[in-house]
Structures are given as structure tokens and as C-alpha cells.
């Protein structure tokens, strides 16, 4: 099996950068989608981004598009997501996911989860 840990999250002022980290043990992310969502209170959790097949394929929502980069180093075993060019509207806790078979941006086809971690944007 698989267990995720997020981490760096934190309190950011709008137009700054994050770079949140998902790392893996039980097994390596080789084979596997590996997918970052946000929830925000009282909202759905919606899909930011993805990265399958060893980093050949990448897919984001159209909300982060040009702003936010999702990455894997395998030797680390290890998923990043760089945010740049944060907005209010960004807040949320994000969470790593991991699966060999799913529907890319259905949480409730992943296997995997980590604990998420908190990532506020201030005016």
C-alpha cells in the first residue's frame, strides 16, 4: 500500500508562491496517476492537477492553468506542486492522491490520500 504526506502549505499574501510536496512510502509513484485537489470550506473537492505515465502526460484545471506546475521525482518519491501568482480564491487544504486506475478528476476513484495541508492567500 501507499501512504502521502503533504507539506509546505502556509499563509501567503496574494501574487506569492507556494511549493507543496506529497511524499510516498509502501511503494514508488512509478505506474501511478498522482493528483493534487483543494477543498475549500463548505465546497466540493475539486481536481488542480495531475501527472501519469513518469511525467510525460500533465493535466491541470483551467483555474490554475499557467500558474501552477505539478512535477514528480521518482528517486525521491515525490510529487511537488508549484504554485505561483497565488489569489484569495486559492485558499483551501490541499491533498495529494494517488492510484493506478482512475478517473482523473473523480476523488472518489483514488485509492490513496494523504492528510492535506492548509494554504491560505490574503489580499
Known amino acids: 500500500q501507499v501512504q502521502l504526506v503533504e507539506s509546505g502549505g502556509g499563509l501567503v499574501q496574494a501574487g506569492g508562491s507556494l511549493r507543496l510536496s506529497c511524499a510516498a512510502s509502501?511503494?514508488?509513484?512509478?505506474?501511478?496517476?498522482a493528483s493534487w485537489f483543494r477543498q475549500a470550506p463548505g465546497k466540493e473537492r475539486d481536481f488542480v492537477a495531475a501527472?501519469?505515465?513518469?511525467?510525460?502526460?500533465?493535466y491541470y484545471a483551467d483555474s490554475v492553468k499557467g500558474r501552477f506546475t505539478i512535477s514528480r521525482d521518482n528517486a525521491k518519491n515525490t510529487v511537488y506542486l508549484q504554485m505561483n501568482s497565488l489569489k484569495p480564491e486559492d485558499t483551501a487544504v490541499y491533498y495529494c492522491?494517488?492510484?493506478?486506475?482512475?478517473?482523473?478528476?473523480?476523488?472518489?476513484?483514488?485509492?490513496?490520500w494523504g492528510q492535506g495541508t492548509q494554504v491560505t492567500v490574503s489580499s
Open positions: 492522491a494517488a492510484d493506478d486506475g482512475v478517473v482523473l478528476k473523480a476523488p472518489n476513484t483514488y485509492k490513496y
Open positions: 509502501g511503494r514508488t509513484f512509478r505506474g501511478y496517476v
Open positions: 501527472i501519469i505515465w513518469n511525467g510525460a502526460y500533465t
